[in-house]
Nanobody, 115 residues
Framework: QVQLVESGGGLVQAGGSLRLSCVAS????????MGWYRQAPGKDRELVAR???????NYADSMEGRFTVSRDNAKRTVYLQMTSLKPEDTAVYYC?????????WGKGTLVTVSS
């Protein structure tokens, strides 16, 4: 079983940057596909980026070029670097993991972008 804990959310002005972190425990991190999703108020959860354990990271169209996902297998951590933030990026951001065909989620961290 995999447990995920996100951190790094907060209040930021439009145009600013923020870095989210997600620490995973359990499982073999290097064999785990990781991802970030977000859910804005009143909206469905949507993909931000998906980073497979091997291969290319996929980004949602609206975030490509502004958001960057990276991972540090030694620290069992995946990061989401967000730049040029917009008020519409306001959401709860969730870390996800897929390990041996099982999906796991963190509790989320709130990002609020003020105009």
């Amino acid at each position: 079983q995999v447990q995920l804990v996100e951190s790094g959310g907060g209040l930021v002005q439009a145009g600013g940057s923020l870095r989210l972190s997600c620490v995973a425990s359990g499982g073999i991190f290097s064999l785990t596909d990781m991802g970030w999703y977000r859910q804005a108020p009143g909206k469905d959860r949507e993909l931000v980026a998906r980073m497979p354990r091997i291969g290319i990271t996929n980004y949602a169209d609206s975030m490509e070029g502004r958001f960057t996902v990276s991972r540090d297998n030694a620290k069992r951590t995946v990061y989401l670097q967000m730049t040029s933030l917009k008020p519409e990026d306001t959401a709860v951001y969730y870390c996800s993991a897929r390990y041996y065909a099982m999906d796991y989620w963190g509790k989320g961290t709130l990002v609020t972008v003020s105009s």
